[in-house]
T-cell receptor
Framework: GDSVTQMEGPVTLSEEAFLTINCTYTATGYPSLFWYVQYPGEGLQLLLK?????DKGSNKGFEATYRKETTSFHLEKGSVQVSDSAVYFCALSAPITSGSRLTFGEGTQLTVNP | EPEVTQTPSHQVTQMGQEVILRCVPI?????FYWYRQILGQKVEFLVS????????KSEIFDDQFSVERPDGSNFTLKIRSTKLEDSAMYFCASSGVPGQGLLVSSEAFFGQGTRLTVV
């Protein structure tokens, strides 16, 4: 079945450091890929998404590129802020089908220190 | 901005008791979901609901679980006889806007979750 694997956490960085959170997936066909973020005490929020190979999703300075050849969707940010401290989840859903379930990775706890 | 709301935020129940978790999805969405996250583990899909019936369910969603959309706004998850291992954070989500088409993977909006503790 479909699965998502994220790099192990937690990740602790200093403010303005470069962030990479690795995500790889296993799926049949061409899934849609997502990054969700969960700030302390809040629900899951969509951070960015990509629906086909070589698409780049971006939001709030975060980026991720859909790499079909390496089945990856790594999250990057050039300069993190304290406010980026949260749990980040990589997820996939079935290709181009509305109402499909999301399959999540384990989540990566990011802490950014001033 | 429209949002998914869940109540209660935290529920403590005794093993064997029935519990109902409530959700108000975004009003014009078509698809509704329940997910759960056991502490320290992945977020897991439980069930999806469309057009007043279950469209997909996972192996976790056994006969102890049921979902209902009793009126035009609420979406509930019932656990008939809770077990200790049902303790988790339960997330409701909704997606899909009329006219968007069934062949477009749309963003799922999540509620803040209900933390269920079975003692």
């Amino acid at each position: 079945g479909d699965s998502v694997t994220q790099m192990e956490g937690p990740v602790t960085l200093s403010e303005e450091a470069f962030l990479t959170i690795n995500c790889t997936y296993t799926a049949t066909g061409y899934p849609s890929l997502f990054w969700y973020v969960q700030y302390p005490g809040e629900g899951l929020q969509l951070l960015l998404k990509a629906t086909k190979a070589d698409d780049k999703g971006s939001n709030k300075g975060f980026e991720a590129t859909y790499r079909k050849e390496t089945t990856s969707f790594h999250l990057e940010k050039g300069s993190v802020q304290v406010s980026d401290s949260a749990v980040y989840f990589c997820a996939l859903s079935a290709p181009i089908t509305s109402g499909s379930r999301l399959t999540f990775g384990e989540g990566t706890q990011l802490t950014v220190n001033p | 901005e429209p949002e998914v709301t869940q109540t209660p935020s935290h529920q403590v129940t005794q093993m064997g008791q029935e519990v109902i978790l409530r959700c108000v999805p975004i009003s014009n969405h078509l698809y509704f979901y329940w997910y759960r996250q056991i502490l320290g583990q992945k977020v897991e899909f439980l069930v999806s609901f469309y057009n007043n019936e279950i469209s997909e369910k996972s192996e976790i969603f056994d006969d102890q679980f049921s979902v209902e959309r009793p009126d035009g706004s609420n979406f509930t998850l019932k656990i008939r006889s809770t077990k200790l291992e049902d303790s988790a954070m339960y997330f409701c989500a909704s997606s899909g806007v009329p006219g968007q088409g069934l062949l477009v993977s749309s963003e799922a909006f999540f509620g803040q979750g209900t933390r269920l503790t079975v003692v």
